[in-house]
């Protein structure tokens, strides 16, 4: 019987297994596991298991030169968008020995440089970023430094990192053309702010939308924030600033879309009778808003997963190329779109 005051080691799950400690380093560590036939793996596990062994990380790290930690930067941990792609992150890293360490930037360029210093001062082995701005000197500098960094959802001007996304642009034609077949010829989008690429990328896949649907007028407005407040704020000044009101409402993201349904009930309107509204990413209570939200579902969870995947693989073979992958979005049609009004 193991004494349960003895930290169970290495040796332990060797003599337990009946193998030798080199194997089992490898067949608990998902990154060599395929150098051990399954049988002598699978004996090794059921060991480690039996005798509660937990890896020690800190010594992998001493003899690999890596921390195995991950720094994940983000830019609004109140924003539901973001808690999904999170737990996608660490579902890929936890089982490889990885630890994120995550940092919230308030979509602050300042805070984003102090949060990247601060996680690069821990010595972490490579970054998720989810906080890009188009501009960002801070990421710029950890690019010269050779930083292993993986953009999310959000590119950083003209940096070479990977960058892993929705295909936001077809999200955008698909929500045109549902409501251009439900009969809406005055379409608004408001846009998120310019120095974020999703802004820019949405807001030109709206405008050529439009333009090659026949009938269709769609104009383009920013709101100062990806937020509730700006998105009723930037409604607000359409309703009161604008003769030809717009019969549906293509938002930046949900957060907005919750501001344009605010503001409609403040002045007295009606979505969908009025005017229709259909928002983007499909956050967790998307479905439970009043009406329930029209919105472009993103996969969240995949995203973060396969951030994580193309960064571990950087880090791995000490080489990183600037590839793009796009994930597939889906319209999911809920009660807050409608025929347009007479």
Do not use: W
């Amino acid at each position: 019987m193991i004494d349960p005051l003895h930290r169970v080691t290495i040796d332990d799950v060797a003599s337990r297994a009946g193998v030798h400690k080199a194997t089992v380093s490898r067949a608990l560590n998902a990154r060599t596991r395929h150098q051990v036939n399954a049988e002598t793996a699978a004996r090794v596990a059921e060991a480690a298991a039996a005798l509660g062994y937990v890896p020690n990380a800190m010594a992998r790290g001493l003899r690999t030169s890596n921390s195995m930690t991950i720094g994940v930067i983000i830019p609004d941990l109140t924003n539901p968008f973001f808690p999904p792609i999170v737990r996608g992150i660490e579902n890929f890293l936890q089982p490889r020995g990885y630890t994120a360490l995550l940092a919230n930037t308030d979509d602050s360029e300042v805070i984003e440089r102090a949060s990247l210093d601060s996680l690069l001062g821990r010595r972490v082995d490579g970054l998720v970023v989810a906080s890009g701005s188009l501009y960002s000197s801070a990421l710029t500098d950890a690019h010269e430094a050779g930083v292993f960094a993986v953009m999310l959802n959000r590119d950083a001007g003209g940096l070479p990192y990977p960058l892993v996304t929705g295909n936001d642009a077809t999200g955008i034609a698909a929500a045109v053309t549902h409501l251009a077949e439900l009969g809406h010829r005055r379409i608004l989008h408001i846009a998120g702010p310019a120095d974020f690429s999703t802004s820019g990328t949405r807001a030109d896949a709206f405008r050529a939308a439009c333009s090659s649907t026949k009938g269709v007028s769609g104009t383009v407005v920013e709101a100062a924030a990806l937020s509730v407040e700006a998105g009723n704020q930037t409604m607000d000044r359409v309703l009161t600033e604008r003769r030809a009101r717009p019969t549906a409402v293509i938002a930046g993201n949900d957060l907005v879309a919750l501001g344009v349904l605010r503001s409609l009930r403040s002045h007295g309107l009606s979505c969908p009778n009025d005017v229709s509204v259909v928002g983007f990413n499909d956050i967790e209570f998307a479905q439970d808003s009043n009406p329930p939200l029209t919105t472009v579902h993103v996969p969240m969870l995949e995203m973060g997963t396969e951030a994580a995947r193309i960064l571990l693989e950087a880090i791995e073979n000490r080489v990183q190329e600037p590839v793009t992958v796009r994930l597939p979005v889906s319209l999911i049609v809920r009660g807050s779109t409608g025929p347009a009004p007479a």
